[in-house]
């Protein structure tokens, strides 16, 4: 199966930056689309950003401008980088992989924005 495992996160002010990633590992295909998404308690996962095999990335408008999504194929790898982090931003951040059209999540790291 596909391993999906995420790094990066942990306690920062808001206005800091912190830079996650996320890196899949086992019997891979073909990776399509790779993105993240967080939770908080009480709501939904949500997208906060993803990125296609052309490198097309997608944002949510509560980022967009703020965080920028990466990519390298090659090494299987998606990096989240977050600038002038506020405390809504406060979440359990989870990487998702796309693999011939199965999904595979991480365990996700908890960001906390915080003074």
């Known amino acids: 199966q596909v391993q999906v495992v995420e790094s990066g996160g942990g306690l920062v002010q808001p206005g800091g930056s912190l830079r996650l990633s996320c890196i899949a590992s086992g019997s891979i295909g073909r990776l399509g689309v790779m993105g993240w998404y967080r939770q908080v308690p009480g709501k939904q996962r949500e997208l906060v950003a993803s990125?296609?095999?052309?490198?097309?990335?997608n944002y949510d408008n509560s980022v967009q401008g703020r965080f920028t999504i990466s990519r390298d194929s090659a090494k299987k790898s998606i990096d989240l980088q977050m600038n002038s982090l506020k405390p809504e931003d406060t979440a359990v951040y989870y990487c998702n992989v796309e693999d011939f059209s199965e999904n595979y999540w991480g365990k996700g790291t908890l960001v906390t924005v915080s003074s």
């Open positions: 990125i296609s095999r052309a490198g097309v990335a």
